[in-house]
């Protein structure tokens, strides 16, 4: 009968040891997501201020022209953030193995 109740008992401190484990991978993960959120957000802020300042009027065609050139050049920098879509890639198999 000691035994038995031994057994169950070490089953039950590692089963409790794999949830102890997973719940900490999974604040890391949250933290790690987190993180690319921010990022994303700062970046969406940066660009929303872009195309503002980029659809100003200008007093003439030339300014117009210069404008609309920046606004090209903006358009091949404004790539989201890697590591905010490397969160999202990896967020359906984090859930999988949860």
């Known amino acids: 009968m000691f035994r038995s109740l031994q057994n169950k008992w070490d089953q039950v401190r590692d089963h409790l040891s794999d949830e102890q484990r997973k719940t900490e991978l999974s604040l890391v993960q949250l933290s790690t997501f987190e993180d690319s959120v921010g990022q994303f957000e700062s970046w969406l802020k940066d ?14 065609l030339s300014a117009k022209n210069i404008q609309l050139q920046n606004l090209r050049v903006g358009d091949l920098k404004a790539t989201i953030p890697y590591s905010f879509l490397l969160s999202f890639a990896e ?8």
Do not use: D, R
């Not at 967020?91 to 949860?98: Q, T």
């Open 91 to 98: 967020l359906p198999m984090l859930l999988i193995l949860s």
């Open 47 to 60: 660009i929303g201020v872009k195309v503002a300042q980029s659809t100003e009027l200008q007093a003439n």
